[in-house]
């Protein structure tokens, strides 16, 4: 461990270059490795940045470093190797950056650079020096102010701290499944996928707590806890203790002062050590395997490369499912195995989008019954049925309509990528849409949430002698949509640039009546449209509302049982709604288990 301080007037340090700037760096044989992660909040120029990039990059490169290197106006976050061979002139270069004046170095492992056992291997192949927004995207408005950020203390005051009988509360800052494998005793979990969203969770912890409530917050190296600390003392809060250098820090402390240590299990990193036993600190087991619910805290990543869902997996459901998170997973690593390379490119283009990118290191999966899901990892579009079926039941869906929709989805698939293409409606959906207002024998329909105005004109096209409004509040949708409407003749969609309340509440003062609603704009809003169409007369007694979304991948279950995570808002919001409707006498409902989840609502 090193505290670095600036040495004034110091000589720049020239580094030895080991590699030719010519060739990719993928750097081999340098021997032994001294693993080393460190950060600093500091203030950088913007525009510097890509130029201090580039130097970093040329000058440790020239010195054997391996890892990946976050640079931000906010300061710099590292997680590298360096040769034993050069770490003194890594250390001497250190020194040269004026902006670099308090970091703390942990020192990990020293590793060999040719050992190639899942335990030593080398986490890291090559060097990345990425210039990001942030160093822990934090998801917030505006800036924290960093002055204060809680009492720093070191791994040995941590250690007594813990041993105090006083009373306090231990949050663990990390996202939850690097809890579920190791923590600090009596830690309260905050349930997170990513940083940003640690700050409602930690609201909900404290809610009602005192402001000098003794706060002490931990996480891997020590990032996460700086801006934790900072929001708490923004929050008033008065008594912020803050584990210096993370879990990573103590776990060096403990061993070299032979202490026993108050963190139990593994301490999950982010590369391809995972939660392995070379990170652990006692032997406890805290984690639980996904496929058989037996105790491990081995952390893999789904050998079912166009998964790769990370999963607790014991020893011997690994060895059963061939390293795959589920029986689907191991018939397609079968499978891909068997193709040649030019097959296998092809089938993986053809089926990624059975397993949806999460937002979180190594497409985490969830603790679930594997014979529970279709896929193993989360869906981006529907769960049980392949682009082939859900062709099949667009094609085979009979419905009198004017034939614009396949070249309006054509212009948006050139105009839109494909994650935006994920919000509109799918083409068997849509068939269904247009089964209903004909069935129903509507002429006028409202819409909540336009986009691009593929449901709209599917409506519309359905009735050639009906009209529809919708609205959103995207306004390059809604220029494109109207373009698109200028552009195909379509005279019998209107489509407006507000929200979907101020256009109900307009429309309801104006005397409007629609027959049909479709309600597929911000989830938090369902309960008040709801709520306002059952009080005003813009929907008259019998007539329809269609509500999108409402099973959320399936996670509003989650919420109605008390077990969902108090991050996922929106399952949550959707699952209050779910439970108003059904309990609310002024309509009757059925709720449809097809696509993302249909509410289907007649007002009585």
Known sequence: MWSLRRSVGAPRVAATRLFSSRSPYRPQNLG????????????LEAASLPRLRNQLLQDWQGLGVMGRVYIAEEGINAQITVPLSTLGEFQAYLKTLTWLDDALLNLGAVLDHNDTTPEGKCPFHTLHVRVRPHLAHDGLDKALPMADRGQELTPAEWHDQLSSPTPKRIFDCRNYYEHDVGRFEG???????????????LDTLLDGAPKDTECLIYCTGGIRCEKVGAYLKTNGYTNVKRLQGGIVHYGKYVREQSLPSKFRGRNFVFDQRLSNDDQALTDDVLGQCYQCGGPTNTHVNCSNTLCHGLILQCDACHAALDGACSARCQDIKHAMEAMAADERKAFAKANAHAFAHHLVPNARVRPGNPQHRAFSTYHIRDATMSPELNDYVADLSAVPTSGVLPAWRAAI????????????????QAKLMQ??????????VLEVGCFTGYS?????SALPRGRVTTCDIDAAAVAWT???LAAHGIENVTVEERPGLDLIAEMAAAKACVDFVFVDGAKKDYVPIYDTLMTTDLVTPGGWILFDNTLFRGQVVEHAY??????EKTAAQLAAFNAHVAADARSRNVVLPLYDGLTLVQKM
């Open 482 to 484: 109207r373009a698109q």
């Open 32 to 43: 032994m490795l001294q693993y080393i992660s460190f950060y600093q909040y500091t203030q």
């Open 456 to 460: 709209a004109v599917a409506m519309a």
């Open 562 to 567: 008390g077990r969902g995570s108090p991050k």
């Open 435 to 444: 089964f209903l207002v004909q069935a129903l024998d509507v002429t006028s």
């Open 413 to 428: 698939a050139n105009d839109f990528n494909d994650d935006l293409m994920q919000k509109m409606v799918s083409p068997g």
């Open 187 to 201: 830690a309260e979990r905050i349930m997170v996928d990513t940083f940003k969203d640690t700050w409602a969770s």
